[in-house]
């Protein structure tokens, strides 16, 4: 498994694309920043024993990943 330190961000070309909206590259972009969504978004649910687990809360996640994928849309590269 790779440590998030060691993680390759998108290529450019990938970037390119999924700003003109190919569905391949925006995925790509998606998976990179999996982790990251996953992680901010945690909520804690108390079990029957008082403990409280963090599970990722999905409708949370969902509208985070629809969030970015607006954004890269959006995005323009000044050359």
């Known amino acids: 498994m790779k440590s998030k330190k060691h993680r390759e961000p998108p290529e450019f ?3 390119q694309s999924a ?3 190919d569905a391949e ?4 972009i998606l998976s990179y920043f999996q982790p990251f969504i996953t992680s ?3 909520r ?3 079990d029957e ?3 409280v687990h963090y599970v990722p809360d999905e409708y949370m996640k969902r509208r ?3 969030k970015l994928i607006t954004k890269i ?3 323009e590269i000044r050359l």
């Open 13 to 15: 070309e990938t970037i």
């Open 19 to 21: 700003i003109a909206g």
């Open 25 to 28: 590259a925006i995925n790509q």
């Open 40 to 42: 901010r978004c945690k």
């Open 44 to 46: 804690g649910c108390k």
């Open 49 to 51: 024993f008082g403990r």
């Open 64 to 66: 985070m990943e629809t």
């Open 73 to 75: 849309m959006d995005f």
